[in-house]
């Protein structure tokens, strides 16, 4: 069992620290890209425009004279906030160009910021973290070898556990060799982090392989229904009045903008019960021509697969219970880099001797 926790080290114990890393970073990853762009920030236009201001038509007309593809779509995030409106750009199928993230001023009437996703630096993290840069291809790479990352960890637990007295199992000897003070710190360092690794890697593997996910817990599907055949696009001042009748006491978060004329409006909706704040799962879909409702997704009766799908997300990413629980993820993405240094350590020491 230790020959296997070796190989198994020396195979995935790099990556595991890599991911473990910028999993750190990324915890706060728009707190500290709004540090890294606090001048940007710095206009801030009293409080967040509500469901019924003309800001957000006005932003759309300021990004689609900037992108002039009628046919790309448009994602506006509804933070709570003043400041700037963050949103996205995706070009239309078969267009060259990536993912914009756009930043409007309070007014809507300016373009603030504009980078492509990828292209400044918490953004690429957030690439090297799921895909290691390599597209779809990276995600199977991070899914499939974070199951390799389970198995270092199990290995690890039974290979080390005490064939005689626990407390001993348990204790770090502060006087002993150098070598010894790196297999206990290296021991320690993985027993009192094991279980939240587990939870960690194993939600990152869900996360990275949604085939497998798929599987697993069989969440209900989605299907997007199409909008009717007619002239026009409601504003999304409408369509967020039109989705606030469907679920009305529930905080939006995003409202999608088609891009082709028989796509819906989408909306997107947290309501009690969904455990992340920014991600949520429910979702109301409505005609972009009529502003009739098309259909509504509310993950409260989609299911139990889809329920318990929709915890991955704030588990891995340790916002399940808020400050205190995103600072441990933080803390805990830095545990293997330690366990892969003390590892590698012992390991030379070993052959040194």
Same mark, same amino acid.
């Given at each position: 069992m230790r020959r296997i926790h070796l190989w198994l080290g020396f195979s995935v114990g790099l990556l595991f620290a890599v991911l473990g890393l910028t999993g750190s970073a990324l915890v706060f990853y728009t707190?500290?890209?709004?540090? +890294?762009?606090?001048?940007?920030?710095?206009?801030?236009? !009293?409080?967040a425009p509500g469901l019924q201001s003309p800001v957000w038509d006005r932003a759309l007309a300021t990004g689609r004279t900037r992108w002039h593809d009628p046919h790309g779509k448009w994602t506006f995030e509804m933070t709570g906030e003043g400041g700037p409106i963050p949103a996205r750009y995706y070009p239309a199928p078969g267009q060259h160009g990536d993912r914009q993230m756009v930043w409007f001023s309070p007014d809507g009437r300016r373009i603030v910021r504009a980078e492509p996703w990828g292209g400044y630096l918490m953004s690429w993290l957030y690439q090297l973290h799921m895909q290691l840069l390599a597209g779809e291809f990276g995600n199977q790479v991070v899914g499939w070898c974070g199951a390799a990352m389970l198995l270092l960890l199990i290995s690890g637990v039974l290979a080390w556990w005490p064939r005689g007295r626990w407390r001993k199992a348990l204790a770090f000897k502060r006087d002993a060799a150098p070598i010894r003070r790196l297999r206990d710190l290296h021991k320690l360092f993985g027993l009192w982090s094991m279980a939240l690794l587990f939870v960690l890697v194993a939600t990152g593997v869900l996360l990275a392989l949604p085939a497998v996910t798929q599987t697993l817990f069989a969440p209900a599907a989605m299907p997007a229904p199409n909008s009717k055949d007619g002239a026009g696009q409601i504003t999304i001042v409408q369509a967020l009045v039109a989705g606030r009748r469907a679920l009305p006491n529930d905080r939006i978060v995003f409202v999608d903008i088609p891009n082709s004329p028989n796509g819906p409006i989408r909306v997107r909706y947290q309501v009690p019960g969904d455990p992340h704040r920014r991600f949520p799962g429910s979702y109301v879909f409505i005609d972009q021509h009529s502003g009739q409702i098309l259909a509504v997704h509310d993950i409260r009766h989609a299911g139990t697969g889809t329920m318990l799908v929709s915890w991955i997300r704030t588990l891995h990413d340790?916002?399940?219970?808020?400050?205190?629980?995103?600072? +441990?993820?933080?803390? +805990? !993405?830095?545990?293997?880099? +330690?366990l892969f240094a003390t590892g590698i350590l012992h390991w030379l020491q070993r052959r040194g001797r």
């Amino acid at each position: 069992m230790r020959r296997i926790h070796l190989w198994l080290g020396f195979s995935v114990g790099l990556l595991f620290a890599v991911l473990g890393l910028t999993g750190s970073a990324l915890v706060f990853y728009t707190d500290i890209d709004a540090a +890294l762009h606090a001048a940007m920030h710095a206009e801030h236009g !009293g409080p967040a425009p509500g469901l019924q201001s003309p800001v957000w038509d006005r932003a759309l007309a300021t990004g689609r004279t900037r992108w002039h593809d009628p046919h790309g779509k448009w994602t506006f995030e509804m933070t709570g906030e003043g400041g700037p409106i963050p949103a996205r750009y995706y070009p239309a199928p078969g267009q060259h160009g990536d993912r914009q993230m756009v930043w409007f001023s309070p007014d809507g009437r300016r373009i603030v910021r504009a980078e492509p996703w990828g292209g400044y630096l918490m953004s690429w993290l957030y690439q090297l973290h799921m895909q290691l840069l390599a597209g779809e291809f990276g995600n199977q790479v991070v899914g499939w070898c974070g199951a390799a990352m389970l198995l270092l960890l199990i290995s690890g637990v039974l290979a080390w556990w005490p064939r005689g007295r626990w407390r001993k199992a348990l204790a770090f000897k502060r006087d002993a060799a150098p070598i010894r003070r790196l297999r206990d710190l290296h021991k320690l360092f993985g027993l009192w982090s094991m279980a939240l690794l587990f939870v960690l890697v194993a939600t990152g593997v869900l996360l990275a392989l949604p085939a497998v996910t798929q599987t697993l817990f069989a969440p209900a599907a989605m299907p997007a229904p199409n909008s009717k055949d007619g002239a026009g696009q409601i504003t999304i001042v409408q369509a967020l009045v039109a989705g606030r009748r469907a679920l009305p006491n529930d905080r939006i978060v995003f409202v999608d903008i088609p891009n082709s004329p028989n796509g819906p409006i989408r909306v997107r909706y947290q309501v009690p019960g969904d455990p992340h704040r920014r991600f949520p799962g429910s979702y109301v879909f409505i005609d972009q021509h009529s502003g009739q409702i098309l259909a509504v997704h509310d993950i409260r009766h989609a299911g139990t697969g889809t329920m318990l799908v929709s915890w991955i997300r704030t588990l891995h990413d340790g916002t399940v219970g808020g400050i205190t629980t995103r600072i +441990l993820a933080v803390v +805990l !993405g830095i545990v293997p880099a +330690l366990l892969f240094a003390t590892g590698i350590l012992h390991w030379l020491q070993r052959r040194g001797r």
